[in-house]
């Protein structure tokens, strides 16, 4: 375990609170030797109040009468300039309120943010920085959002990945003033859009308070994607159409609402790994300033800062002030502004200990189990960082969904027919058993997704083999070069109809697979019309057109569109196509308790059940899957090949007869009749195809037929965990 003592900080008096008159600011800055509130009034005029230190917990409070909502303020923090004890204390700096309900506007990278000179990153600078800064607002309490009728079980959860802004900076049916705020993602006609794609949750991208990357800026452009959070409790004031003086609060929370009653989850991105202060050559805009080793992980010399993110700083959990915190913040959303769940950027970083090691056993996921306020909150890991031992997939234990990244590497690499065999397709269909079937652990630990933010969108997985950032000005050496993508025939866009045909199918191949999957699938917003970034995949300072949903998209690809929704209405119709634990390959049995001969789960080839030689068979890429509950049945094919193969769909007792729901391939390629068992039809290279079974629901009459249990190794002996063939 973390050796992190209980926080003795009464974290309900930080930051500014409204009552009796007036307002008390509380900040906590044990090292520091004096502190100064300060108001700061419309035209920046100022009025400095000096704050009282608590003993007992650092923590430094004093009551203002007559201030009330909207009023302005920030810290100057006075201290020892010791950059070799990890001090840099500067109170020419006026700093952000790391428990600020709102924030307003944003930096000015030209003025004087930095704490030290231009020389040298650790002499001195006692420029005042009052005008060049963002600025913490008082605000006053209001009710939390309407609350959800039914919180989903993981098992009933689609999530879909997406940007506030983009969502709706160019929807026509949202009115201009609305487009990229958080009132235009509670227009009404966003809102009925996901209920009839049929979405359970939307996971927001940061939505926290957040600034761009000086190097950004530098080179005209912005951070879009928000993962450069500088305030854990305020609303990004970017995204409200009304104001940034607390009206964001309100729009927030207007927007929870809205999504709440059309049963619709909200999940947050949040980045509580580092903050946009960057390492210590960056802007002190707030932590840095209140106590740069108390906030952040420093190297030995405490000169330097320790990253395992690749953002300049580490947020440092071990310290109990800091935990405090992101507890804190993370409890803030949940009660305040009624979110229903966090996705964490880079999750590991966020239980290493004070010697900065990986600890599956930190405070961080204690108190997470423990809080009642957390209780059926969903938590979500990116289960890595950076740092040594970072990557931590199938790790995080009972409470914890995590992303798996091996689905999406390969299940890019089956569609594009660059694996060997089927054995892996198999197991990823089945939740990743190999990863996450153990120590009791559900079927929805795993978040199947294919694309998301960072990457390739769908339709760009289909038309590049080659990144092309160039409009990011790094001259394309930024983003990933392992994209496992497949441009068909031709690199970008093209009039060839034959290629277009073929990625049209590729990507429904792609989104078919992570629908179907075992587990909890992740639709990245735009996936399911072919958005496209132009072959850009690390679009994060692309804040345009290029990133932004065209919703114009929509009539071109409805059959995208239209395949995807009937996807997920057939998987919340029908629970066994969303299990929330794994299959074993058991015999079913009728209400009577007799053996049905059909199996929960079962694999097939072309012309019966998988057998070892099949499953050795590093050329196939054909697999059938059978998927069974008491009363119904589905057999989803998978043939990523380019060759067609003749299929013989099973006999009786897998089927009584066989009906088409879903093709990747154009409609009325595959025969809609329905089939009986035994029949003979041809499936297509490159295709994925659905077929739901009409099932036997009791027994042979036969009392004395006995079903052979699979000896171990066999195919559908249940040791397998939820598919034959070697692990």
């Not at 049929?198 to 000086?214: C, D, H």
Request: aromatic content about 10%; glycine content about 10%; charged content about 25%.
């Amino acid at each position: 375990m973390t050796n992190t003592a209980q926080p003795i900080i009464n974290s309900s008096i930080l930051g500014a609170n409204i009552g009796d008159g007036g307002t008390r600011f509380a900040l906590w800055a044990p090292r520091a030797t004096r502190v100064e509130v300060a108001l700061v009034a419309a035209d920046r005029s100022q009025r400095n109040l000096d704050m009282v230190r608590s003993d007992a917990d650092g923590v430094w409070s004093v009551f203002v009468p007559g201030v009330g909502a909207e009023q302005r303020y920030g810290f100057r923090v006075h201290g020892e300039w010791d950059p070799d004890d990890g001090a840099r204390f500067n109170p020419a700096r006026l700093l952000l309120d790391p428990y600020a309900k709102a924030i307003t506007a944003g930096v000015d990278y030209l003025g004087p943010i930095l704490d030290h000179t231009a020389d040298s990153d650790f002499e001195l600078d006692t420029t005042d920085s009052a005008e060049a800064v963002p600025l913490s607002v008082v605000v006053a309490p209001t009710p939390p959002p309407t609350p959800l009728a039914r919180r989903r079980p993981l098992s009933e959860t689609v999530i879909y990945e997406a940007h506030l802004k983009g969502m709706t900076r160019t929807h026509p049916a949202v009115p201009e003033h609305l487009r990229g705020t958080f009132a235009g993602l509670a227009y009404p006609a966003m809102i009925d859009y996901l209920v009839d794609l049929g979405v359970t949750a939307i996971e927001l991208l940061p939505a926290q308070y957040f600034i761009s990357e000086p190097f950004i800026i530098g080179r005209g452009l912005s951070n879009y994607w928000g993962y450069n959070t500088l305030g854990f409790f305020a609303p990004h004031s970017a995204y409200t159409s009304v104001g940034t003086l607390g009206e964001q609060v309100g729009e927030f929370k207007q927007m929870v609402s809205a999504l709440h009653e059309a049963g619709i989850e909200v999940i947050m991105d949040v980045v509580y790994n580092h903050t946009g202060e960057g390492g210590h050559e960056g802007p002190t805009l707030s932590f840095r300033g209140i106590d740069h080793a108390g906030y952040y992980r420093l190297t030995d010399d405490l000169r330097n800062d320790y990253d395992v993110t690749g953002c300049g700083n580490s947020v440092d959990t071990s310290h109990p002030g800091v935990l405090q915190m992101i507890i804190d913040s993370m409890r803030y959303w949940v009660t305040e502004m009624g979110v229903d769940g966090f996705r964490f950027d880079l999750a590991t970083e966020l239980i290493r200990d004070e010697h900065h090691g990986v600890d599956q056993g930190h405070e961080f996921k204690r108190v997470i189990a423990e809080d009642p306020d957390f209780a059926g909150i969903k938590m979500i890991a990116e289960p890595w960082d950076l740092g040594p031992y970072g990557y931590q997939v199938g790790n995080w234990g009972q409470r914890w969904t995590e992303w798996n990244d091996r689905f999406r590497g390969y299940i890019r690499d089956y569609w594009r027919s660059q694996v060997d065999g089927v054995d892996e397709l198999a197991t990823r269909l089945a939740g990743s058993t190999d990863i996450f079937d153990h120590e009791g652990r559900p079927a929805t630990t795993s978040v199947n997704f294919v694309t998301a933010h960072d990457g390739f969108t769908l339709r760009d997985l289909v038309t590049y083999n080659d990144k092309h950032n160039e409009l990011n000005g790094e001259d394309n050496r930024d983003g990933t070069n392992d994209n496992r993508s497949w441009n068909c025939g031709a690199e970008g866009e093209t009039d060839d109809p034959q290629v277009n045909a073929l990625r049209m199918r590729q990507m429904k191949n792609l989104m078919a697979t992570q629908l179907l999957a075992v587990g909890v699938p992740m639709i990245t917003a735009g996936d399911e019309f072919a958005r496209t970034q132009d072959g850009n995949n690390n679009a994060y300072c692309q804040d345009g057109p290029l990133s932004w949903i065209h919703w114009d998209l929509l009539e071109p690809y409805a059959e995208l569109h239209s395949m995807t929704k009937a996807l997920l209405q057939l998987r919340a119709k029908y629970p066994v196509l969303r299990r929330n634990s794994f299959h074993y390959g058991r015999e079913m049995n009728d209400l009577q308790g007799k053996p049905l001969g059909r199996k929960d789960i079962a694999w097939f080839s072309e012309n019966g059940e998988m057998s070892d030689v099949h499953w050795a068979d590093g050329s196939r890429r054909l697999l059938g899957w059978y998927v069974s509950d008491r009363r119904v049945a589905f057999l989803s094919w998978f043939n990523s090949s380019d060759v067609g193969v003749d299929v013989v769909l099973p006999d009786q007792p897998w089927a009584n007869s066989w009906q088409l729901r879903i093709e990747t391939g154009p409609p009325g390629e595959l025969p809609s009749e329905v089939l009986a068992p035994g029949s003979t039809f041809h499936l297509p290279g490159r295709t994925v195809a659905v077929f739901q079974a009409e099932v036997p629901l009791w027994a042979a009459a036969d009392p004395n037929r006995e079903l052979r249990r699979p000896a171990a190794g066999e195919a559908g002996d249940p040791s397998q965990r939820g598919r034959p063939g070697p692990r």
